[in-house]
């Protein structure tokens, strides 16, 4: 694999705090519109965003594509639209919990999050992903 579990968990971070900031972006241009005011509609888009991308973008969201992580099941496919869900509902718990949730992620085998292992996902290195697709005869 191409990348250590600590790069891994650096990066995944960095790809939520970029998707975070693109989720508040598209809220405040919402609420500029007249769309979506105040708390409810931040936590819709919050709530909305990542299951959305992830499902359309096959397992990726702008900030995972940035970092180059991607998203699978335990059959190496991107998340279905139930995986999504179940990702994107339990992210805002998690985030009230930040370092804890950070430290069961670094302390779970394969650096997965209780949303993950909830929606029996993974998140890899894209190019891990390409490597076991290509020894899988998929690729």
């Known amino acids: 694999?191409?990348?250590?579990?600590?790069?891994?968990?650096?990066?995944?971070?960095?790809?939520?705090?970029?998707?975070?900031?693109?989720?508040?972006?598209?809220?405040?241009?919402?609420?500029?519109?007249?769309?979506?005011?105040?708390e409810d509609g931040m936590l819709l888009m919050q709530l909305l965003y990542f299951p959305v991308f992830e499902y359309l973008m096959r397992g990726r969201t702008p900030g995972k594509l940035l970092l180059g992580l991607t998203v699978i099941n335990r059959a190496g496919l991107p998340p279905n639209l139930l995986q999504a869900l179940v990702r994107g509902?339990?992210?805002?718990l998690e985030a009230a919990f930040g370092l804890i949730v950070i430290?069961?992620?670094?302390?779970?085998?394969?650096?997965q999050?209780?949303?993950d292992w909830l929606a029996r996902t993974y998140v890899i290195d894209s190019r891990d992903l390409?490597?076991?697709?290509?020894?899988?005869g998929t690729g």
Do not use: K, N
């Open 1 to 38: 694999m191409h990348v250590s579990r600590t790069t891994l968990i650096i990066r995944r971070i960095g790809a939520w705090l970029l998707d975070t900031l693109l989720a508040l972006g598209a809220w405040f241009v919402l609420a500029v519109l007249g769309y979506g005011r105040g």
């Open 113 to 115: 999050r209780p949303g």
């Open 130 to 136: 390409r490597v076991l697709r290509q020894q899988a």
């Open 103 to 111: 430290w069961l992620c670094a302390e779970s085998r394969h650096c």
């Open 89 to 92: 509902i339990t992210r805002p």
